[in-house]
């Protein structure tokens, strides 16, 4: 994996029985091309199982390999950093 970004941010506290969404935003265009708005487009859900307090999130670009047979995409996640 090669990370894109990462960056500290304002904590984010879940529990037991919240879900993370991975989603994005499609564009809608007139036949002009101009933006008439977005879509929100979930593609999957999973409930969360334990409380966690995030504070870092990475964008990161999977390389062949990291997944299997995957051959490239892009990821995100979000984690607890240590407090040291």
């Known amino acids: ?12 506290k879940v529990y037991p029985g919240d879900s993370i969404v ?5 564009e809608v265009k007139d036949r002009a091309g ?4 977005q879509n929100l487009i ?4 999973a409930k969360i199982e334990e409380r966690s307090n ?5 964008i990161f ?7 299997g047979k995957a ?8 984690f607890e950093s240590d407090k040291k």
């Open 1 to 12: 994996m090669k990370e894109i970004k990462r960056e500290k941010i304002r904590k984010i």
């Open 22 to 26: 991975l989603s994005y935003r499609k």
């Open 34 to 37: 101009k933006v008439l708005g």
């Open 42 to 45: 979930e593609v999957l859900k």
């Open 54 to 58: 995030f504070d870092e999130a990475v």
């Open 61 to 67: 670009e999977v390389e062949k390999g990291d997944f």
């Open 71 to 78: 051959k490239r995409g892009i990821g995100g996640a979000l």
